[in-house]
């Protein structure tokens, strides 16, 4: 069961990152409907087709890359992993109910150092599952310019 323990934390991580993740962003609906929207944000649907992606490519890590490291480097990246989760929420949360839009940007901007940081964790362990978290990278810093770009325009 110890080889397991991060697997599974990993998984449960994801999962509720996934769950959790739209908890708030209909909160006051109203409000972001009325925000000024950077020139370079992606339409809606490009939202809904990345985030099932990146959380089935982050469950596709667990399962594939934290299942075959070692203890260490296992729980190392299950540990990046959980900070990253814990400011991406916190984004979330930060953005939709106080609208503290500087803050929010700033705790996204930690989430997306922490997913770069992730990749090189996991792409030590194998390379193939750091190029597969690249997506994700890639993404949370799209949409840390995005936050960023809200709270100059907000």
């Known amino acids: 069961m110890t080889a397991w323990a991060p697997v599974l934390t990993w998984c449960v991580l994801v999962v509720a990152f996934a769950a959790l993740s739209n908890v708030w962003n209909g ?9 000024a929207r950077p020139s370079f944000q992606p ?69 997306a150092v922490l997913t770069w940081a992730l990749v090189v964790v996991v792409g030590r362990v194998e390379a193939w599952g750091g190029l597969l978290l690249t997506p994700y990278a890639l993404w949370l810093s799209v949409a840390t310019a995005l936050s960023v770009a809200y709270a100059r325009l907000g």
């Open 27 to 35: 909160h006051d609906p109203g409000w972001y409907a009325s925000l």
């Open 43 to 111: 339409p809606d649907v490009v939202f809904a087709v990345m985030w099932p992606l990146n959380f089935a490519l982050l469950l596709v890590v667990g399962l594939g890359v934290v299942r075959t490291a070692s203890a260490g480097p296992a729980w190392v990246a299950t540990g990046v992993l959980a900070a990253s989760v814990a400011l991406a929420l916190g984004w979330a949360w930060l953005f939709y109910v106080p609208h503290a839009l500087a803050p929010a940007a700033a705790s996204l901007t930690g989430a």
